[in-house]
């Protein structure tokens, strides 16, 4: 007979004695409670205190103050949030589950630790999963779809802007400001532009152009159509001015030869030909990461199932050069959302010139006070309001404020910037639209004076000079009455359009 075995009978024996003896000097209550009822007889508190405590010892003790046991509760309360997740192998769940297998059943404190477990277990994954296994859902598609694999269409080219902010004091249009008056007295630069406080160099915003022509391409809706506003950009950070927001658009700058590699310093976004030309310039740079990307992809081959020299067979070469053109496309994403988190931000917040290197991690996996996932990839639509107020026209530098209005004035054929009204500029953006080399193909777009060099790239040097010339030049500082005079009939524009919205 066990010592375990030995102490459950001399237990059970003591509990019986005190039975008898509590029977022998008392008789039972006439109304039972349910603490002193077990099966429809009574028992004494004694009795029950020591059968209790046979029962545990049955069970076990619920805690064992083992080196294993502790350590699995400090990695628990110090990492589960803080590094990413607990770790599995201290076994932290099956002490959790060992511990509530030997606690007293049918207690509120049993049933409160029987919820926090199965809480633990349902909220350790994502419901739904946030991504799926496949070749449909390995890379993104032209148009952002399928970005959210639950809601296809959220935030693809083509779909309408989210509202954000409810109306809640509206005024009827002949109680508002003329947009025209609005620009006059509060917007426009009566000065030359007063150099940026914090030091900051067109060459930045030159980048937020690229985050804002990711972002926003609004189709106002033709004739057909009505006052129906649709974005015809991803509502994503997927460098959609580079790649395109349409298979059309995508397949006009890729090479499809194997490799993954796309047109030399080519994009697909026309808009940014319009641009000061350090924009298309920084583009430039990420269509050249694009193809360095895909060289190191090809050099390494990883897996090895890419060919290089390339295959004979079309289909074969096809799927290699998807599939390494879409890789690269990703990195060349993460490229550019780490600089909006890293560089970009910390420049909004001054903290460069502190030589604060904090920067946010987008794309971190962490966990909610509920231990409940933080979702991932369930969704984005860009709002309205985002397109209403995203704007630096008052921090146009002195040089760009002079390039824009050489191109306005060529565009435009005037000067006067007060007699330009929404009519004529519609019209001139028409013509625009109508010109030859809008109707080239990427490839052969120049960049302002420079031409591409025979094997379809700019010089290294024309490049660079844009780039520096842009760093050196420092932006104007952003407040009220800076927007550069030429800049009035788009400040106009924007003022009416935001109304009707």
Known sequence: MSIHKAIDSGLH???????SLTDAWRSAPTALSAEDEVDGIYHSAVARLIENFRAQLQRGVPFEPSLQNVLSIIDALSTSKFAGGIDDRLYLL????????????????????QDKVISLLWFDLSHPPSSLVGSDYQFRKANGEGTSIWHPKMGMAGEPYARSVQTLHPLPANQLPSPELLF??????????????????????AFANLVI????????????????????????????PLYGSS?????RIRLKDGTGRIHPDTFADGRLLHMPLSTPALLIMFARNHNYI??????INERGRWKNPLSADKNA???????????????????????????????????VREGNSWSLDPLSNFRSGSHEIVERGSGNIVSIEFLALYHFHSSIGVEDEKWTE????????TRDWDKVTVEMYKTALGKLRDRPEAKTHPKEWPLGPYKRQENGSFRDGDLAKILLDATEQPASAFKARGTPHVMRIIEIMGIQQNREW
């Not at 099956?94 to 630790?113: I, Q």
């Not at 509060?186 to 406080?197: A, T, V």
């Not at 022509?213 to 959609?240: C, E, I, M, W």
């Open 294 to 299: 895909v060289k190191k992809l090809l050099d």
């Open 184 to 205: 006059d007295t509060l917007l426009k630069r009566e000065e030359p532009g007063k150099p940026h406080p914090a030091g900051l160099s067109t060459f930045f915003f």
């Open 94 to 113: 099956e002490h959790a589950l060992t511990f509530l297998s030997r606690f007293p059943p049918d207690t509120y404190s049993a049933k409160e630790l």
């Open 406 to 413: 050489n191109e306005f004035e060529t565009i435009l054929g």
């Open 13 to 19: 024996a003591v509990a019986n004695t005190v039975e």
């Open 213 to 240: 022509h990711s972002l926003f391409s609004t189709d106002h809706g033709g004739p057909n159509q009505g006052a129906q506003p649709r974005n015809k950009v991803s509502s994503y950070l997927d460098l959609s």
């Open 317 to 351: 070469r096809d799927r290699q050069d998807d599939e390494i053109f879409g890789t690269a496309r990703l990195i060349n994403c993460g490229w550019f959302m780490s600089m909006i988190f890293g560089d970009y931000l910390a420049s909004i917040l001054g903290l």
């Open 247 to 251: 298979d059309g658009e995508l397949d």
